[in-house]
């Protein structure tokens, strides 16, 4: 977990004082059933990256702190057909619950649908609009974050120039949650600044956002600024800048993680990095999956026991009732980088 955050409450104050909040749907009860005979099956974007690897510690801290068989899964390739192909499987089994970390929300919406049919709990994180959803987790507002990184672009710009972004799918609803709301805030406070084309889509692949960015360089040589969506995005934008010899010319920030960056980040090729620990993020999301699956409402100033989700509020704006966030974000610069080792 974090360096120098403490695990916050033990599981069974959660269970006892989960707090009974407002507007979340409640999932299926299980009755009498105990968490050791639940089955919470987590599904996300894409298996073996770090940022997942992450998320999965949070569920094993989850398991061992509650009884609980919880396991991580997902597609080989970032995909929409890969994670309904998962979850159409799982369906016959009935877990207790399904978390999932969608690729494209829509896509998942018919078979997600069955899955509540079926009277399994359904759980998401980074879905803000998803319907078929008992409760979606985000780990703040998406419109801040966003808003957060254009103000570290702009500081490292100088106010001034132009920058692209990108995301790891079109379909992310987050990503593309984030550079709208980056893109307003330049608009509306950074008049000099300007982004040069719609968001350039990475596929979750540093190699993807390499090429893409040298190609982006090349097509607009008075590019200074880049704004990564997905883990991998910066990591491949910093390759990029450094091999034409730009490095610590053209700004770099966005979401990724402090083992994939911290060099960059050390060296300056990196401006920030902006991020929410996947670990507590994942652990936060079982624990609403838990009280849902007692019987418990979730909603509005639930404590879900995990650091940055003990106060839990409606998304608000364009999302889904079922959408609630949390306080969670983290900036990390040269300076701070540090003292973070996932």
Not at 30 to 49: D, E
Not at 93 to 101: A, E, F, R
Not at 272 to 281: E, M, N, R, S, T
Request: glycine share 12%; net charge neutral; charged share 15%.
């Amino acid at each position: 977990m974090m360096k120098g955050v403490g695990r916050a409450v033990a599981a069974v104050a959660v269970f006892v004082t989960g707090f009974v909040g407002f507007g979340a749907n409640v999932g299926p009860a299980t009755g009498a059933m105990s968490p050791s005979q639940m089955r919470f099956v987590n599904i996300v974007k894409l298996t073996g990256i770090n940022w997942f690897n992450r998320m999965d510690t949070g569920l094993q801290a989850f398991a061992k702190k509650t009884g609980v068989r919880a396991e991580q899964t997902g597609p080989a390739q970032a995909t929409a057909e890969g994670q309904v192909s998962i979850i159409q499987n799982l369906i016959p089994q009935k877990p207790t619950l399904i978390g999932v970390v969608p690729n494209n929300q829509q896509a998942l919406e018919g078979v997600l649908q069955r899955a509540q049919t079926a009277h399994i709990v359904v759980v998401a994180q980074e879905a803000s609009a998803l319907q078929h959803t008992d409760i979606d987790i985000e780990a703040f507002s998406n419109g801040d974050y966003g808003a957060s990184m254009m103000d570290a672009l702009a500081q490292c710009m100088g106010g001034k120039g132009q920058y692209a972004a990108s995301v790891g799918h079109l379909t992310a609803q987050s990503h593309m949650e984030w550079v709208q709301a980056a893109l307003a805030q330049a608009q509306k406070k950074y008049p000099g600044i300007h982004r040069v084309s719609d968001p350039v889509e990475s596929n979750e692949d540093a190699n993807v956002a390499y090429q893409k960015t040298k190609a982006l360089l090349a097509k607009y040589p008075g590019l200074r600024g880049f704004e990564g969506s997905a883990a991998t995005d910066i990591v491949g934008a910093a390759r990029a800048v450094t091999e034409v010899g730009l490095a610590g010319k053209v700004c770099i920030v966005g979401t990724s993680l402090p083992s994939l960056t911290r060099q960059f980040v050390e060296n300056g090729t990196i401006y920030k990095i902006f991020l929410w620990d996947p670990a507590l993020a994942g652990e936060a999301a079982m624990y609403a999956g838990l009280m849902l699956a007692e019987g418990k409402h979730v909603g509005a100033g639930a404590n879900l026991g995990v650091p940055g989700y003990t106060n839990i509020q409606p998304c608000g704006g364009n999302t889904s009732p079922h959408c609630f966030r949390g306080t969670a974000q983290l900036g990390l610069g040269k300076e701070t980088i540090g003292q973070y080792n996932f």
